[in-house]
């Protein structure tokens, strides 16, 4: 499987099977790529709908140029990656994380700020600190913040020096599934108007309240499992697996119940 940076060709093969309607999959094994590969070129270049081959690679030429680029006096004096980590490996990730993000439909600035704030350690950021990390304009991070805020994925707060955070928290997560659920709701009581209005004997009519019934259950268990998978996000992760074998080992796992005296962390009711 060939390796390094997508040629202009490839690109264009990219492109023809887009517009030949091709699954990712199937546009990576044509080009012996991964799939991962096929998605994040597409997905940061456009989408599905928008790909061009040589705006792609011109983009990437760019980002090449860049990167080869003397860092300024700021980022070289930066302080170095918390923990130890592989920067490289984090900013591959954070790619990764971003393009996941694009797939599921969030627009590709409002991708790349969540992606930026989740994978801070702080899990919050100031207007400042997100232009500096993304090098975009302050008027690119208003304008993503208000719509991740719109949905329910970050929160606002003053800190001590009167600054504006932006934050995203162990219950953000819960909120958007929440918030989904309550939209898929409302769908479901207006196909049942739907119902109402074109009868309940015509085929339109029973298709509306077949939608509305699947609706139904799926905004219900949606909701039902969101709260009782809750005290997820407000507990420690669990051990490394090496540390959980040598726990394992000694039997320490074995007396340690669960949140709720004896249920796993982690699992959720039936």
Known sequence: MPGGRLTQQERQQIALGLADGLAYAEIGRRLDRPTSTVTREVMRNGGPTGYRADLAHRATERRTQRRRQP??????????????????????????????????????????????LTLADSGSLTAAELVQRLQVSPASISKAVSFLESQGFLRR????????????????????????????????????????VLGADTPAGNRLENVARFLDFVAESSMRAAEQAREILHTKAPAPAEDQAVRAASGDDAAEPGPEGGRPLGGVRP
Do not use: K, N
């Not at 980590?85 to 993000?101: G, I, K, N, S």
């Not at 955070?165 to 196909?191: F, K, L, N, P």
């Open 157 to 196: 707060e003053r800190d001590e020096g009167r600054r504006e955070r932006y934050i995203v928290d162990d219950d953000i997560w819960y909120q958007s599934m929440i918030a989904s659920a309550r939209s898929i709701a409302q769908i479901v009581e207006t196909a049942r108007q739907g119902v109402g």
């Open 71 to 116: 860092a300024p006096l700021a980022a070289a004096e930066a302080a170095p990656p918390e923990h130890g980590r592989d920067a490289e490996a984090v900013r591959a990730y954070e790619e990764t994380f971003m393009t996941v993000l694009l797939g599921s439909g969030m627009p590709a600035m409002m991708s790349r700020v969540m992606a930026c």
